[in-house]
């Protein structure tokens, strides 16, 4: 029997499915040791604690779809009682590069967005190629660290033609990467790059 819940990091709801599965399972634990000390058959004490395990599993709420194309899916975790493991999406952290056209003088507003859900003490860090569409990280160089997921280029230059990262971080830990090639005229001039 497979259980497909929430994980543990559910900011949005209060107490977790995963915590409740926890406390499920310790619970059932703690029920068989009672049994035990008491005596009680073996085999029936198990299957008492099998039903009770089923029937509360059934109230917790399912985890949500992954979401396509790409990131660290949390909330999308499953659990698989068949190999008592936890299961994420298949999906790369990586997302697909997003192509934007600007012509020199314009604004280009660059968005950290993904579809799913993420936790709200998220980080993000971009960085920046020049004159390369790339997603080879190494090629990369940090631009900024912090809290706001957009990147504002005002005017749009031609020095600023190239390859944007940005990644979404719980922690040490990547949740997704946005790529952005932005294509735009080459002149000569001063960078004038705002965080929104």
Not at 1 to 28: N, T, W
Not at 42 to 70: F, G, M, N, S, W
Not at 149 to 159: E, H, V, Y
Not at 170 to 178: D, H, I, T, W
């Amino acid at each position: 029997m497979d259980l497909f819940i929430a994980s543990s990091h559910s900011f949005f709801q209060g107490v977790s499915e995963m915590e409740k599965l926890k406390d499920i399972f310790a619970r059932s634990i703690f029920y068989l040791e009672e049994k035990g000390m008491a005596k009680a058959p073996y085999h029936l004490a198990v299957q008492e604690a099998v039903d009770r395990v089923k029937k509360e599993v059934t109230l917790l709420k399912t985890a949500p779809a992954c979401i396509p194309p790409c990131g660290y899916q949390k909330e999308a975790r499953q659990y698989q009682c068949s190999s008592c493991s936890m299961v994420d999406c298949q999906l790369p952290i990586d997302c697909p590069i997003q192509d934007m056209h600007k012509l020199e003088g314009e604004t280009a507003l660059l968005r950290c967005e993904v579809q799913f859900q993420i936790p709200s003490d998220c980080s993000y860090r971009w960085k920046f190629i020049r004159d390369a569409r790339t997603r080879e990280l190494y090629f990369f160089q940090d631009m900024n660290f912090g809290y706001n997921p957009s990147l504002l280029i005002r005017p749009t230059l031609g020095s600023h033609h190239g390859s944007y990262v940005c990644e979404i971080a719980q922690g040490n830990e990547v949740l997704a990467r946005k790529f952005f090639f932005l294509n735009g005229q080459y002149i000569i001039g001063p960078q004038a790059l705002i965080h929104e």
